[in-house]
């Protein structure tokens, strides 16, 4: 089956600093990637929706300039925390849905990145 | 009120028992529907689509009740390896967004 991987699968850094998370699809091309966060115990939350070579879509209440993505390929989204807060730390989850694809259960999930953020 | 709302159990089971929860959810227009399965700290895995006439995959029975706006999952037989949260997803419109529930939490003992 179609595989997404992640990188970091995790990451504690200090607050200020700015932390990339890599999500690749293995053996697909995805037009769309989506970036998804979950706090404990909480559901997952869309932050944004990542269209290769257009702007990133962003959920309300997500701060597009905090939360920095690129989708510069069919292959690979990276999204950039940038100045990171405690507040930031949480489970970071991507999925992808392969090129032609119209159905909403062809969205492939990555393994997620923890994000400790000190 | 949110958009979709799970009871989060947890429900603790003895291995070979039956096990059902539901899940409801709030926008009418709601479209597609799914149970997803998450283990802890790991990704959600699709565990099976729901459709209108309900199915069944193997001991999981998935149904929909749209007039009530609910759906539900039903477990038969337990293992041990059920001890998972199953999401409940859903998808309100054309763009493929899933908007997921907090997850129930079921637990089956030995």
């Known amino acids: 089956g179609a595989v997404v991987s992640q990188h970091p699968s995790w990451v504690i850094c200090k607050s200020g600093t700015s932390v990339k998370i890599e999500c690749r699809s293995l053996?697909?091309?995805?037009?769309?990637m989506f970036w998804y966060r979950q706090f404990p115990k909480q559901s997952l939350m869309l932050m944004a929706t990542s269209n290769e070579g257009s702007k990133a879509t962003y959920e309300q209440g997500v701060e597009k300039d905090k939360f920095l993505i690129n989708h510069a390929s069919l292959t690979l989204s990276t999204l950039t925390v940038t100045s990171a807060h405690p507040e930031d730390s949480s489970f970071y989850i991507c999925?992808?849905?392969?090129?032609?694809?119209?159905?909403?259960?062809?969205?492939?999930f990555g393994p997620g990145t923890r994000l400790t953020v000190l | 009120r949110k958009e979709v709302e799970q009871d989060p159990g947890p429900f603790n089971v003895p291995e070979g028992a039956t096990v059902a929860f539901n899940c409801t959810y709030s926008?009418?227009?709601?479209?597609?529907f799914f149970w997803y399965r998450q283990d802890c700290r790991k990704e959600p895995k699709l565990l099976m689509s729901?459709?209108?006439s309900g199915n069944e995959d193997g001991r999981f029975t998935a149904q929909l009740n749209r007039a009530s706006q609910y759906i539900s999952l039903l477990i038969r037989d337990s293992k041990l390896s059920d001890s998972a949260t199953y999401l409940c997803v859903v998808v309100t419109s054309n763009d493929y967004k899933l908007s997921f529930g907090a997850g129930t939490t079921v637990t089956v003992r030995a």
């Open positions: 053996d697909f091309q995805a037009t769309t």
């Open positions: 926008n009418s227009a709601s479209q597609s």
């Open positions: 729901v459709y209108s």
């Open positions: 999925s992808a849905s392969e090129v032609g694809t119209r159905n909403t259960d062809t969205q492939y």
